[in-house]
Nanobody
Framework: QVQLIESGGGLVQAGDSLRLSCTAS????????MGWFRQVPGKEREFVASVSWSGSSYYRESVKGRFTISIDNAKNTAYLQMDSLRPEDTAVYYC?????????????????????WGQGTLVTVSL
């Protein structure tokens, strides 16, 4: 079983930056990729970004140019650098890990391709 530990959430003002971290431990996956989803109460969980073992990255349209996802395979850790934050980025952010061959949004959005979810970390962006 894979466990994910997230950190880095918090309360910031619009325009500020935050960096989320997610470290995987436990069962070893072959060439795992990692990603982030977010959820606002009352709404469905939505894809934010993902990165494959080889470094291929994908983003939802609204965060392109502001968020950067990266992966440190040696540390089994993924990072989500969030710049120019907006109030609409406020949500609980969940990290995922996947052993799927591709981390394209359509692939990782399928729960069958997600091997573990993090506990979630709250990001609040005020005006």
């Amino acid at each position: 079983q894979v466990q994910l530990i997230e950190s880095g959430g918090g309360l910031v003002q619009a325009g500020d930056s935050l960096r989320l971290s997610c470290t995987a431990s436990g069962r070893t996956l072959r060439r795992p990729g990692m990603g982030w989803f977010r959820q606002v109460p009352g709404k469905e969980r939505e894809f934010v970004a993902s990165v494959s073992w080889s470094g291929s990255s994908y983003y939802r349209e609204s965060v392109k140019g502001r968020f950067t996802i990266s992966i440190d395979n040696a540390k089994n850790t993924a990072y989500l650098q969030m710049d120019s934050l907006r109030p609409e980025d406020t949500a609980v952010y969940y990290c995922v890990v996947s052993g799927a061959a591709s981390l394209r949004p359509v692939v990782i959005a399928d729960k069958r391709n997600v091997d573990a979810w993090g506990q979630g970390t709250l990001v609040t962006v005020s005006l």
